[in-house]
């Protein structure tokens, strides 16, 4: 299903995946449980569509089943949320709701928790 181009593909050419709402998750890469638990069994999947040179950035899809779990980012990431519902709360107490349609940003060292009430998917790009 995906292709992970290699670091060493420096090619300006674009990649894009039409219709993502639309692939099963089967067809996704299984990326395993979600680590640092706090509720449930969250599972993720997804696919890369970018990489960039010695992996500083990428963009891909994400999946994730409901769970409750302790978040860190380590790298910016925005996110435009296509699926499925979520709470993040930030150790401040500052609570961000998801939905279809919801897009965010999370800076590096942000630090809370997620509870994914109903599976999310989501486009994203990290650097």
Known sequence: MSETPSDADESPSVRALANPTEIDIDDLDD???????????????????????????ESGIWTCTPGYWECTVERDEFCHFLEGSATYTHEDGTVTEIEP??????????????RVHETVRKVYMCR
Not at 48 to 55: A, E, R
Not at 101 to 114: K, N
């Open 31 to 57: 990326w395993g449980p979600v680590p640092d638990m706090i509720e449930g069994e969250s599972h993720t999947a997804g696919t890369v569509i970018y990489k960039g040179p010695d992996g500083e950035s």
């Open 101 to 114: 349609g919801t897009i965010a940003t999370f800076p590096a060292g942000w630090t809370g928790t997620c």
